[in-house]
């Protein structure tokens, strides 16, 4: 079944004049029955009463990004979703089974008007009513912390943050038992199934794509590829609840503690020997010009036991890491 939108019911204004109109007859005839006496007509202006405050319940308001589902006597009637003024069946029930459930940044729609359960929230510790209006605002659902292995098997930790909104109500009523706590499940998954792909730094003979051949993808270099794979993982598993994922965005990522100084230590030892590297590349490209120059010009005539000798010299001046304390020499060498 698809979800029906009603967007003919917007006569609410006419409905409440008429609720009026029917009170004001019903006081005038009962008063009126009274003075004459007539048990007829006050029977019949305390059923118009109680009939006109029953249709009061009709009424409905809705502002922009709301959606109200409606249910009589247990089968869906449709959906309202534009902003507006309505009556609808009084005998009609309003449906949200996610309505008293409330997720890191998002929220509900507030309304006290037709919200008789009172919910007590974990972060500002008031008291609020909780609303059978679904919102189609975007919101942010931000997922506590994971622990995760990645594919070398080093325990990460990430979190993520999903913006999200409801497309279809009937779908996030009716498919699923509660959408938002099925939202959340379904990010932790995708989330664990993406992770454990992706190595947490860039490691050799790994495929993250898929197409076996090695690749340089790594969740702190491929942010936003692993970001983008995260947000199409969770959008095949909430279609069926009517919901469209916006956007996926890695709000942390580090190594766990029980890794996380050892990590450190190998990749400040990485970072040692690649300075090391580039510094020893270095020192031998000066020496070798030094020694062509000094050939070239005839400045000195050296054997290979002196080009040794300075050589070792220059490697140890350009290569140290102090700087290098020299040594007179007031004789030969030999």
């Known amino acids: 079944m698809k979800e029906i939108v009603l967007n003919k019911r917007k006569n609410g204004m006419a409905a409440l004049i008429g609720i009026i109109v029917l009170l004001t007859i019903s006081i005038v005839g009962f008063i009126f029955g009274c003075d004459q006496e007539n048990i007829l007509l006050i029977t019949v202006s305390a059923v118009l009463f109680i009939i006109a405050c029953f249709l ?46 409330k997720l890191s940044q998002s929220g509900d729609v507030g309304n006290t008007s037709h919200a008789p359960f009172l919910l007590q929230t974990s972060n500002t510790k008031e008291t609020e009513y909780a609303s059978n209006k679904i919102s189609l605002k975007m919101m942010t659902l931000n997922n506590a912390v994971q622990k995760i292995n990645d594919c070398l098997g080093n325990p990460v930790e990430i979190g993520i943050a999903v913006i999200w909104k409801v497309n279809d109500t009937y779908k996030a009523v009716f498919n699923v038992d509660n959408y938002k706590e099925y939202l959340s499940l379904q990010c932790d998954s995708a989330l664990r199934n993406v992770v454990r792909v992706y190595p947490y730094d860039v490691a050799e003979n790994v495929d993250t794509t898929g197409d076996g051949q090695a690749d340089d993808g790594s969740l702190r270099g491929s942010s936003e590829i692993v970001a983008n794979r995260i947000k199409e993982e969770i959008q095949k598993k909430v279609d069926i609840a009517g919901i469209e994922i916006m956007e996926a965005r890695i709000t942390y990522l580090a190594y766990a503690p029980e890794i996380a100084s050892v990590m450190l230590q190998r990749q400040q030892a990485s970072a040692i020997i690649d300075a090391r590297k580039m510094i020893v590349d270095g020192a031998v490209g000066m020496v070798e010009m030094a020694l062509e120059r000094l050939q070239e010009n005839g400045v000195v005539e050296l054997d290979e036991e002196r080009k040794a000798q300075m050589v070792s010299n220059l490697l140890v001046v350009l290569c140290g890491n102090k700087d290098a304390q020299p040594v007179v020499n007031s004789g030969s060498l030999y």
């Open 56 to 101: 009061f319940a009709g009424l409905k308001v809705l502002k922009p990004q709301e959606a109200l589902v409606l249910t009589l006597f247990g089968k869906y009637v449709g959906t309202l979703k534009e902003d507006g003024f309505y009556f609808v069946n009084p005998f009609c029930t309003a449906i949200n089974p996610a309505a008293k459930t």
